[in-house]
């Protein structure tokens, strides 16, 4: 399946918006470059401070003890009905520390690089993720958002969310009709193309190039280590074997849920396009082409804020403490027009769910798999 399910991820939730504007193009005043942009948000906010990351890291590391706990408790007195709680709980714990791992791969967590690829390594335990891997794919998302740019034979192009176009989905469905239809499945069912992707572009170090491939391996051990200690460690607390099932599997699914529900939502409406490298510029892949969802304060606040994307996207130096101040700041700039928002609803999910299959290059919009078969 190399390369052919790159883009198995993801599906949205957010709320209906204003009507879609024609931004294919945009209007001659827009901006090429992120400098504008960049400038209108304080210095300060693009700089990592020790003491929000400790907070962070003491929010997160918490809230997943308190998770792991929790199931303690419902394995050791048999409220085995509450299993799923608990998972649920716990795979919304391991989101939170995934996205301090995040800002560690973006070395924008602490000033201290080498610490930030230490704590990295941890906070992707949980959630199955080998650190180097991830952290070299996930920047070729940055350099290529929303850009058709495609490369099936290693994981250097935004290999995330970019929906197959009308042309290639015509042809898989030709040639290899399984691999179509495991597309289809992971649009209609995210947490699948979450997951396939993390082993498809993760889990083969002949993607990268040489020089990251030795990183790459020494993640594989730190993953496969580390998560051998603590499934040791849970079977000796818990005295069962299905403690590692409970504690680390049924999270780690549930994670792929959260994963799947951020990265394609930043990324993918009926609101936003997709651009040829000829079209493609940096605002429009970074500006024009991510979505902030406004998650329930409570969520936002555990998971750091990381709805609110596109200030990230401007900079992936500005940490996820500084989300909220540094998207107030471009809100209130000339730049503020194109940002796009709005507050999670399931009447939103249901529409992108139904319409966000296959891109139409010629149309410069999705269509759905009913219409792509039509053609």
């Known amino acids: 399946m190399k390369g052919h399910l790159r883009n198995t991820l993801m599906i949205p939730i957010l709320e ?138 290693d994981v250097y192009f935004d290999n995330a969310w970019i929906p197959f176009t009308l042309k290639q989905y015509s042809s898989l469905r030709k040639k290899t009709p399984l691999r179509a239809a495991i597309y289809r499945y992971t649009r209609y069912f995210p947490p699948l193309g979450s997951l396939l992707h993390n082993l498809i572009m993760h889990a083969y170090p002949g993607k990268f190039i040489d020089s990251h491939r030795k990183k790459v391996y020494l993640s594989y051990v730190v993953l496969l280590l580390g998560l051998a200690g603590i499934s040791f460690g849970l079977v000796a607390l818990t005295g069962k074997w299905t ?6 599997v049924m999270p780690g699914l549930v994670f792929q849920f959260w994963m799947s529900y951020y990265t394609y939502l930043h990324h993918t409406s009926d609101e936003i396009y997709f651009y040829q490298p000829s079209d493609w510029n940096p ?30 996207h401007l900079s992936t130096a500005i940490p996820c403490y500084h989300l909220k101040e540094a998207y107030s700041d471009l809100l209130k700039s000339d730049f503020g027009k ?18 966000c299959h296959v891109w139409d290059e010629e149309g410069n919009r999705y269509l759905t798999f009913s219409e792509a078969h039509s053609r």
């Open 283 to 312: 605002y429009k892949g970074q500006i024009l082409s991510t979505y902030n969802f406004l998650n329930p304060k409570l969520i936002s606040y555990l998971h750091f804020h990381i709805d609110i994307h596109t200030p990230h």
């Open 16 to 153: 209906k918006s204003e009507r879609k504007k024609d931004l294919s193009t945009g209007p001659s005043e827009r901006p090429a470059t992120l400098d504008g942009p960049r400038k209108s948000i304080r210095p300060e906010l693009f700089k990592s401070n020790a003491k929000k990351a400790f907070w962070a890291a003491v929010v997160g590391t918490t809230f997943h003890l308190f998770s792991f706990s929790f199931l303690y408790w419902m394995i050791r007195y048999d409220y085995d009905f509450l299993l799923p709680l608990g998972w649920l709980l716990a795979g919304t714990s391991v989101t939170s520390l995934f996205v301090l791992g995040h800002d560690c791969a973006h070395a924008s967590f602490l000033k201290n690089n080498k610490i930030n690829d230490v704590l990295g390594h941890f906070f992707f335990l949980f959630s199955f993720y080998p650190y180097y891997a991830w952290k070299f794919s996930h920047n070729a998302h940055h350099a290529h958002t929303n850009n058709l740019l495609f490369n099936e034979k």
């Open 338 to 355: 194109d940002v796009k928002e709005g507050k999670f609803s399931l009447s939103y999910l249901y529409k992108q769910w139904k319409s």
């Open 243 to 248: 403690a590692i099932l409970h504690f680390l």
